[in-house]
T-cell receptor, first 113, second 116 residues
Framework: EPEVTQTPSHQVTQMGQEVILRCVPI?????FYWYRQILGQKVEFLVS????????KSEIFDDQFSVERPDGSNFTLKIRSTKLEDSAMYFC???????????FGDGTRLSIL | AQKITQTQPGMFVQEKEAVTLDCTYD???????LFWYKQPSSGEMIFLIY??????QNATEGRYSLNFQKARKSANLVISASQLGDSAMYFC?????????????FGTGTSLTVIP
């Protein structure tokens, strides 16, 4: 069964550095999403992406964050000037349509030192 | 107000028995979708079941069924014949379809432990 893949599984970065989290959505899916989950807390929506542009974003998704689909398969989340509080599990998800279930990747655990 | 409320932080169930995990939601939009996800200790998020606000029948997927009570704004997950592998965190989530677009909300989760 096709799945969403995320790399790396664990990223350790110094505070203030930029980090790029990568995702390969399911190939016939058109909608892509990023979520984050701070340890022990609930999953929080960051952004959704469709047709090469952001369709929705939450209050969390400020100027520090950006998303890109640099080619036909990858979907990236860039976090500039990382802060300690950016430490979290970041999940990528994709869905076939806006109203279809979202399938999640295994997540990238981001640790900011 | 919370968009998704899961009032059971932890639940225990005997193997082979059924268990209901509660979820209530808050929206004024007529169009929305409700999801349940399972998160094992390994951390990945696994989609279980989906219910659209206009769906007439309760969703079922194998041992999972969604008890959708629209008037009460509840979307409880029922797991029948529990298995040891069902031990995990379970998250209820909602996609809210407003005039300004779609937003997504997760509950705080319920930790389910299946006892042999």
């Amino acid at each position: 069964e096709p799945e969403v893949t995320q790399t790396p599984s664990h990223q350790v970065t110094q505070m203030g550095q930029e980090v790029i989290l990568r995702c390969v959505p399911i190939s016939n899916h058109l909608y892509f999403y990023w979520y984050r989950q701070i340890l022990g807390q609930k999953v929080e929506f960051l952004v959704s992406f469709y047709n090469n542009e952001i369709s929705e974003k939450s209050e969390i998704f400020d100027d520090q964050f950006s998303v890109e689909r640099p080619d036909g398969s990858n979907f990236t989340l860039k976090i500039r000037s990382t802060k300690l509080e950016d430490s979290a599990m970041y999940f990528c998800a994709s869905s076939r349509g806006a109203y279809q279930p979202q399938h999640f990747g295994d997540g990238t655990r981001l640790s900011i030192l | 107000a919370q968009k998704i409320t899961q009032t059971q932080p932890g639940m225990f169930v005997q193997e082979k028995e059924a268990v209901t995990l509660d979820c209530t939601y808050d929206t004024s939009d007529p169009s929305y979708g409700l999801f349940w996800y399972k998160q094992p200790s390994s951390g990945e998020m696994i989609f279980l079941i989906y219910q659209g606000s206009y769906d007439q029948q309760n969703a079922t997927e194998g041992r999972y069924s969604l008890n959708f009570q629209k008037a009460r704004k509840s979307a409880n997950l029922v797991i029948s014949a529990s298995q040891l592998g069902d031990s995990a965190m379970y998250f209820c989530a909602m996609r809210e379809d407003s005039n300004t677009g779609n937003q997504f909300y997760f509950g705080t989760g319920t930790s389910l432990t299946v006892i042999p």
